[in-house]
């Protein structure tokens, strides 16, 4: 998969009523430049990925595997704020050369998907053959063949929902209650501020990707005679290191859970059913048994509101993080759809 860097310097325009006057977009395609013709495979990220699906799917992305980019011209975008190269609170704010922190616009998924729609635009692409994206990534690929319902011919929603629920607002709130009960997240002038409350909301994040099962299969204590249980407690600190040393930022970890919050088709379009009538594609929303962020139930019930649209279900014992577990059984739904 080969980097790219689209600079835009003319103003951007954000849902909460925000404007930036330059934007940086990261994504990667196919080692090679689009050929009208190409069948184009689009893939949204997930929340803590970043725009090269081979290094969080590998697996499923890359030479000779499942997603071929040299059979198919493959493109990822990175999110708008996330920490990668793109823009977002962790990019140089020009009126005061250091980073915008707080002062950047509140982001919604709706933006996210503008913004990546200037990358299709800028590629020359007309239309996409198969979008597909798990989690907030699904939140994009809902809302993106809603605002255009002409380009995409086949979506599959992975582990995602039409709207964010509850339950999923209070895990977030909660991760953002960490990141500001670490004192440097507010004091800090740089990128240095809240990283102890980053791996505590990462650390909190995991328990609801991850199930009951899950964790006493994986992280049972070696010896019967354990004094104080400590292995999954390391595991949750090794996590939450983990993403620090991906270089990811509290305050780009602050504004995507926000992201998340915004999630609502039917904002604005007379609901979500109303939305959904919208949509052109031919759908596919794939459904983790054991995800309890996005459970089966809604994601049956989305497939009723659609118009032509299949519903197919993974069963697996690690819940939301069954769709970076479960590649045999994804691969087995996929295919058919793929062989079109």
Not at 46 to 69: R, S
Not at 286 to 307: N, Q
């Amino acid at each position: 998969m080969r980097y790219n860097k689209l600079v835009i310097d003319k103003p951007f325009h954000f849902e909460s009523g925000g404007r930036i006057n330059h934007l940086d977009l990261v994504y990667y395609t196919s080692d090679r430049d689009y050929r009208p013709g190409d069948t184009v495979v689009w893939v949204c990220h997930a929340l803590t990925g970043n725009a090269n699906p081979e290094d969080w799917w590998p697996q499923l992305v890359g030479k000779d595997k499942f997603f071929d980019p040299d059979k198919y011209f493959i493109v990822c975008v990175s999110m708008l704020c996330s920490p990668y190269g793109e823009t977002g609170p962790a990019s140089v704010n020009p009126a005061t050369g250091r980073p915008y922190l707080f002062d950047f616009p509140m982001t919604t998924v709706r933006d996210i998907v503008n913004a990546e729609i200037l990358v299709r635009k800028h590629l020359g692409i007309e239309r996409i053959d198969l979008m597909l994206g798990p989690s907030i990534g699904g939140f994009q690929a809902l809302e993106w063949v809603i605002m255009e319902p002409k380009v995409v011919r086949n979506v599959v929603f992975l582990a995602t929902a039409t709207r964010v629920t509850p339950f999923m607002t209070a895990f977030n709130e909660s991760q953002r209650m960490a990141l500001e009960a670490d004192p440097s997240f507010r004091a800090a002038k740089d990128l240095s501020g809240g990283r102890a409350g980053l791996a505590c909301a990462r650390s909190i994040a995991l328990i609801s990707y991850r199930t009951y099962a899950g964790y006493n299969m994986t992280q049972a204590e070696p010896e019967e005679d354990t004094l104080f249980a400590d292995r999954a407690a390391s595991y949750q600190r090794y996590q939450g290191e983990k993403l620090l040393r991906r270089d990811f930022d509290a305050y780009s970890y602050w504004y995507l859970t926000y992201a998340l919050d915004s999630m609502n088709v039917g904002r604005g379009r007379g609901g979500v059913e109303a939305a959904l009538s919208r949509i052109q594609a031919r759908c596919m929303m794939i459904s983790i048994d054991s995800d309890v962020l996005f459970p089966p139930s809604h994601g049956r019930a989305t497939v009723a509101a659609l118009k032509d649209a299949a519903y197919r279900e993974i069963s697996s014992a690690f819940g939301h993080d069954g769709f970076l577990v479960e590649n045999d059984q994804l691969m087995d739904i996929l295919r058919p759809l793929l062989e079109k």
